[in-house]
């Protein structure tokens, strides 16, 4: 991507759960990067593993094993105070704003909180930087700041979550599904500050959704992951128009086109389509499958698949795929022009 | 799909309030449309939007708080006004309906197939064997696969996808001519949403049934119907074949609604154009035109009188006095 160093480098990280069912592989050896004031978009489905992998960054609950380094700095090495210092310049901002703000709390307390447990500046510095932030995520802090989150809208309280997670100034926000719970128009509006504050902080994000479009539309680039893998990675527009792997294709084809009919006439079989839709579900995380763990849902799957396991290879400049049989073999196709794809796509989408 | 056949369900000025604490609120306030045999009709709106209500209040699926005017007519048959009892007759054989929760509808402690079987002799008299029978054909139906062994699980055998199928199941039972998907896809990954939408697009094909999309996502609406209705605070604001709707959008909040939706053809960091405020408090309307305080374009006579929903060019109804594209507005937006 760039030559600088990475802001935030994730290597071989690997999360289970024990439960009584069996061992639940969520992450299962997961590599990237993130540059400074990049935004890394990771998009999968339910149990794909994307949530866990968040707070496996973030430390809470610790993962089973692998690497996080921040500027320079093994998360998984530190303990105590010294993890509490580096994860201050790490975020959070969650799905449900309302789960994560306290009913019982003034929206100015909810904001304070971080400055106080970092103790930062003294009461009056707290009080001004309060009024900073909430005016940077748009709302007015001599209207909002008395107000109790059952007091709020569902984008209000979104924007509280977000002032309390720059508040503190982080270089690195981490966002889960952070607006999949708001209407379209109030979606629209929080997308909009995550791209204000990106160009006036300087922050980078790791965005995940399940929303492909959404995904591509806030990140330079775009990481699909699939039951506890990353099965490509690339940026944004090159996945888009380029897909390598045949679940990303898939998720592709399954985003509702604003072109009127598309769903009807694919759904019909008609206008030279292949059918959009991929046959199955997701296998369950506790015996996934051997090999590539999407083979059993994959139409190009072969003997190969089931007996070893795709690993990420660069088929084009920053452009990775997870698969023995990618859309796109060489790479020298991937640079030259659309025509040369291998699979049947209607030109209503470019 | 054009009306040269009569309508299957043809509401006239429905109105529902609901009464009790407080002041009244008018959760649907004149809404008029058509379902035809074999069409697919999307009903789009955010939430409070009364595109939920509109249905249920169809089905009598609303609570005593509510009250109901206007006309429902099914084949003809007035619905408003119908005991419980006389409507139950139709919930299910003419008319079903697909929630968006379905885990919420499935008894967990009873066997899917069994609930099947439970729905197709609340209609028919069948015997037991029969309505099996008939259970097994259904889950096939809907493509889930080894129907025999699926019939004796239980809904948290299931996932989400599967429990839809089961769902949709049921609501067919009794072969319905209408069927309505309240948000059925909503809960349901992007790739499952997709199966689910595929199959009711085969199966209305299959069965000759009217398909009614309620949704919050236009996208969706875009993509699967063939006409789609757009409510704000209780009324329809613009009515159009999903085509036309798309590429001649007349009424600012549909195309508000469209420009906020991320799409796969944005560049990346790409602003989203923005409305503000919020819908309005529906025991509150404000004069004049509901969308007026949030509106882009709303000059004196928006605030001062309602724009009547009419039809402004052949088959295409919009609610606004300064739609978008008109020709005194050249220039006004794109």
Known sequence: MTSAEPLLSVRDLVHQFHTNVGVVHAVSGVSFDVYPGETLGIVGETGSGKSTLARAVLQAPRPTSGSVTFRGTDLTTLHGTRLLQVRRHLQMVFQDPFGSLDPKWTVRQLVAEPLIA????DRAARRERIDEVLELVGLDP????????????GGQAQRVAIARAVALSPALLICDEPVSSLDVLIQAQVL???????AELGLS???IAHDLALVKQVSDRVAVMYLGKLCEVGPGEAVYRQPLHPYTRALLDSVPDTVPGAGRAAAAGGAGRISRVISGEPPSPIHPPSGCRFRTRCPRAAERCAAEEPLLRELASGHAVACHFPLVEAAAEHEGVPAARSTVRSDEKI | MQPVTEALLDVEDLKVTFTGRGRPVRAVDGVSYSVYPGQTLAIVGESGSGKTVSCRAVMGLLPQTAVMTGSAAFAGEQLIGLTDEQLRRHRGADIAMVFQDPTRSLNPTMRVGSQIAEAVR??????KPEAREQAVD??????IPVPERRFEEYPHQLSGGMRQRVMIAIALACRPRLLIADEATTALDVTTQAQIMELLLELQAELGMALMLISHDLALAASYADEVIVMYAGRIVEQAPASRLFSRVRMPYTQALLEAIPRLQHPAHALLPVIGGRPPDLSALPVGCSFAPRCRYAADDCRASEPPLAEHEPGHRWACWHPVGSPADVGRAS
């Open chain 1, 142 to 153: 001599a209207v909002h700041g008395r107000r109790r989150p059952r007091e709020l809208s």
């Open chain 1, 205 to 207: 994000y790791l965005f």
């Open chain 2, 138 to 143: 259904l889950l096939r139906l809907v493509r």
């Open chain 2, 122 to 127: 609340a209609h028919r008299p069948v015997s």
């Open chain 1, 118 to 121: 970092y103790r930062t500046g």
């Open chain 1, 192 to 198: 909009n500050l995550f791209e204000r504050l990106r």
